[in-house]
Nanobody, 114 residues
Framework: VQLVESGGGLVQAGGSLRLSCAAS????????MGWYRQAPGKQRELVAQ???????NAANSVKGRFTISRDNAKNTVYLQMNSLKPEDTAVYYC?????????WGKGTLVTVSS
């Protein structure tokens, strides 16, 4: 399984970005896909996750601003990020869960300037 993220970049506070994560390989049995982020000097944290059946959950810090979605036909998960804040600056990692196995992408950097 490979996860490849795209869509990161530099944006001003209040702006928007959309991250994409394309999965390849044995993707048919993913239980969940999602996004984590890691800011400098901080632990990696869950941003948003979508579980089979369409159930989603998100960190309180991004609720109302970020939306996760999944296109099963394309094996792709998206993260629409609106009203970005400087504190959203981090490396964003795509994640997929297959049974007890966690797969990770290499990450994409999101920088929000004030």
């Amino acid at each position: 399984v490979q996860l490849v993220e795209s869509g990161g970049g530099l944006v001003q506070a209040g702006g928007s970005l959309r991250l994409s994560c394309a999965a390849s390989g044995s993707t048919f049995s993913f239980n969940a896909m999602g996004w984590y982020r890691q800011a400098p000097g901080k632990q990696r944290e869950l941003v948003a996750q979508i579980i089979n059946g369409g159930i989603t959950n998100a960190a309180n810090s991004v609720k109302g601003r970020f939306t996760i979605s999944r296109d099963n036909a394309k094996n792709t998960v998206y993260l629409q990020m609106n009203s970005l804040k400087p504190e959203d600056t981090a490396v964003y990692y795509c994640n997929a869960v297959q049974g007890s196995i966690y797969y990770w992408g290499k990450g994409t950097l999101v920088t929000v300037s004030s």
